[in-house]
């Protein structure tokens, strides 16, 4: 069950409107890697995890957090509307402030959601549940939520110098913060995890239904040999199965394709046409 406390989380107040940055901030709350993202991905995680225990309740937890988030930045885009030239535009439009404020603001954000934030990126593009994982296996998806805390604390940071607003820098401030706990908690639990189950998920896939002869070979698909330098060209594997190796110019292992042709109704070209064996006279 879920119960809505009016105060915020954090203080989402700019000290002045700034509409172009509004439309910045929809990055931040309804990108692929916003805040709507993370609390849906978490909380489906949750809900999906079998059985109590600390796991899922630091995913629910988490979650649970991130729905504040939205509700900060929800807050914060509509305060920065405040002030939005919504009137004569062309009238307003003559005055160079005001045309650099709407040439460079959302119109949406005055014609669609009233002067209030959307389920949407920065340049509209409408929110979609593409965006979050939820597997059932808890480290492939704490790894996907260190990706996700990792891209989103690199686009608030990137926003961070976007303004020189006291107020929005410190409510970003907050969510840097909560974003450094969030890669931090996600990647403390990944190690738990990979100390029970090992590295390689799924870990309990029967080993031996797996090509072993290739399961640590980097194949060099590139000009060079660069990726040879790396500590995933050699020396004992990550999981601690196997070793390591790099091929330089790896074979082919299969054979060329020969397809059939289609039934004459499917009406593709002729067998007889694609053949580049056969005469000039009768192609």
Same mark, same amino acid.
């Given at each position: $069950?879920?119960?809505?406390?009016?105060?915020?989380?954090?203080?989402?107040?700019?000290?002045?409107?700034?509409?172009?940055?509004?439309?910045?901030?929809? /990055?931040?709350?309804?990108?692929?890697?916003?805040?709507?993202?993370?609390?849906?991905?978490?909380?489906?995680?949750?809900?999906?995890?079998?059985?109590?225990?600390?796991?899922?309740?630091?995913?629910?937890?988490?979650?649970?957090? +991130?729905?504040?988030?939205?509700? $900060?930045?929800?807050?914060?885009?509509?305060?920065?509307?405040?002030? !939005?030239?919504?009137?004569?535009? /062309?009238?307003?439009?003559?005055?160079?402030?005001?045309?650099?404020?709407?040439?460079?603001?959302?119109?949406?954000?005055?014609? %669609?959601?009233?002067?209030?934030?959307?389920? !949407?990126?920065? %340049?509209?593009?409408? #929110?979609?549940?593409?965006?979050?994982?939820?597997?059932?296996?808890?480290?492939?998806?704490?790894?996907?939520?260190?990706?996700?805390?990792?891209?989103?604390?690199?686009? %608030?940071?990137?926003?961070?110098?976007?303004?020189?607003?006291?107020?929005?820098?410190?409510?970003?401030? #907050?969510?840097?913060?909560?974003?450094?706990?969030?890669?931090?908690? #996600?990647?403390?639990?990944?190690?738990?995890? *990979? *100390?029970?189950?090992?590295?390689?998920?799924?870990?309990?896939?029967?080993?031996?239904?797996?090509?072993? *002869?290739?399961?640590?070979?980097?194949?060099?698909?590139?000009?060079?040999?660069?990726?040879?330098?790396?500590?995933?060209?050699?020396?004992?594997?990550?999981?601690?199965?196997?070793?390591?190796?790099?091929?330089?110019?790896?074979? !082919?292992?299969? +054979?060329?394709?020969?397809?059939?042709?289609?039934?004459?109704?499917?009406?593709?070209?002729?067998?007889?046409?694609?053949?580049?064996?056969?005469?000039?006279?009768?192609?």
């Amino acid at each position: $069950m879920f119960y809505h406390v009016k105060e915020l989380q954090y203080h989402a107040k700019p000290e002045r409107p700034d509409p172009i940055f509004a439309k910045k901030l929809q /990055e931040v709350l309804g990108g692929q890697f916003g805040e709507i993202s993370v609390a849906l991905q978490y909380l489906f995680q949750g809900w999906n995890t079998r059985g109590d225990g600390k796991y899922r309740d630091l995913i629910l937890d988490t979650g649970t957090e +991130e729905l504040a988030h939205i509700e $900060m930045l929800a807050t914060m885009i509509a305060r920065l509307l405040d002030g !939005a030239p919504v009137g004569d535009v /062309e009238t307003a439009a003559k005055d160079p402030i005001v045309g650099a404020i709407l040439g460079g603001m959302n119109p949406q954000h005055v014609i %669609v959601s009233g002067l209030g934030a959307m389920p !949407a990126d920065s %340049v509209g593009n409408r #929110w979609t549940a593409d965006y979050i994982v939820a597997s059932g296996n808890l480290l492939a998806d704490f790894r996907a939520n260190l990706n996700a805390e990792s891209q989103g604390r690199l686009q %608030v940071a990137r926003l961070y110098y976007e303004t020189n607003d006291p107020g929005v820098r410190d409510m970003l401030s #907050w969510l840097l913060a909560r974003d450094t706990m969030h890669q931090n908690q #996600w990647y403390a639990a990944i190690c738990e995890l *990979e *100390e029970k189950e090992n590295i390689v998920v799924p870990s309990n896939f029967p080993r031996h239904l797996e090509k072993q *002869e290739v399961s640590y070979t980097l194949f060099n698909f590139s000009k060079g040999n660069a990726s040879a330098q790396g500590r995933w060209a050699h020396g004992p594997s990550m999981d601690g199965l196997g070793q390591f190796n790099y091929v330089a110019n790896p074979p !082919a292992f299969g +054979e060329k394709p020969k397809l059939a042709p289609a039934p004459p109704h499917i009406f593709n070209t002729l067998p007889q046409v694609m053949r580049e064996d056969i005469p000039p006279s009768l192609k």
